[in-house]
């Protein structure tokens, strides 16, 4: 569990940015109060990402065998600036994963940010990271435990099409999960 953990991070569709509409207006956009700061273009782009997901997550075990479970993930607005992800998976016999993201964008490093907390580990990860729009693609780079409890580098790497993502991270440059998640629909 520790290494799903490790590897789980960033499972938001933080990157993916296609499940709403880019026409659909926002809420928490146009709920802004009077002499607030206006989202910067990069919050606007997090925003997009709100919607409910389904798919597969593909782990690598430390064996180098492979297990394939089914996931959901519901991501909604924090306001203007933030999106929260609330994610699900059914491990089968091990039980479900549950896991619980934070996002948005920081100005004042000009860095996307991100926390992570779930259920198979004390683990708070933070994470930094950029979009590099021309590719469609976002890294995202923390410190979490890997699967015998060091702190190593870990790195998420979301590539979007329309209407899905596909994230996969890595532990110390190893390739440890694959995610796969296409839209179910805007809340």
């Given at each position: 569990?520790?290494?799903?953990?490790?590897t789980?991070?960033?499972?938001?569709?933080?990157?993916?940015?296609?499940?709403?509409?880019?026409?659909?207006s926002?809420?928490?956009?146009?709920?802004?109060?009077?002499?607030?700061?206006?989202?910067?273009?990069?919050?606007?782009?997090?925003?997009?990402?709100?919607?409910?997901?389904?798919?597969?997550?593909?782990?690598?075990l430390l064996?180098?065998?492979?297990?394939?479970?089914?996931?959901?993930?519901?991501?909604?607005?924090?306001?203007?600036?933030?999106?929260?992800?609330?994610?699900?998976?059914?491990?089968?016999?091990?039980?479900?994963?549950?896991?619980?993201?934070?996002?948005?964008?920081?100005?004042?490093?000009?860095?996307?940010?991100?926390?992570?907390?779930?259920?198979?580990?004390?683990?708070?990860?933070?994470?930094?990271?950029?979009?590099?729009?021309?590719?469609?693609?976002?890294?995202?780079?923390?410190?979490?435990?890997?699967?015998?409890?060091?702190?190593?580098?870990?790195?998420?790497?979301?590539?979007?099409?329309?209407?899905?993502?596909?994230?996969?991270?890595?532990?110390?440059?190893?390739?440890?999960?694959?995610?796969?998640?296409?839209?179910?629909?805007?809340?």
């Amino acid at each position: 569990m520790r290494l799903l953990h490790a590897t789980a991070c960033a499972l938001v569709a933080l990157g993916s940015f296609s499940c709403a509409s880019t026409g659909a207006s926002n809420p928490a956009i146009e709920s802004m109060q009077e002499g607030q700061v206006p989202p910067a273009p990069q919050h606007i782009l997090l925003q997009k990402a709100v919607g409910e997901y389904a798919g597969t997550v593909t782990v690598t075990l430390l064996d180098g065998t492979e297990q394939t479970s089914e996931a959901t993930e519901k991501v909604t607005s924090l306001g203007p600036y933030w999106i929260k992800s609330e994610f699900r998976m059914d491990m089968g016999e091990k039980g479900v994963y549950e896991g619980h993201g934070c996002y948005g964008y920081d100005v004042a490093s000009g860095k996307y940010v991100g926390t992570w907390i779930d259920s198979s580990s004390s683990n708070l990860a933070q994470m930094e990271g950029d979009m590099d729009l021309a590719s469609r693609t976002m890294v995202m780079n923390w410190m979490g435990p890997d699967g015998k409890g060091a702190m190593v580098k870990h790195r998420s790497e979301s590539e979007q099409s329309m209407g899905s993502y596909k994230r996969t991270f890595f532990t110390s440059d190893m390739k440890t999960m694959e995610v796969s998640m296409y839209c179910t629909g805007v809340h």
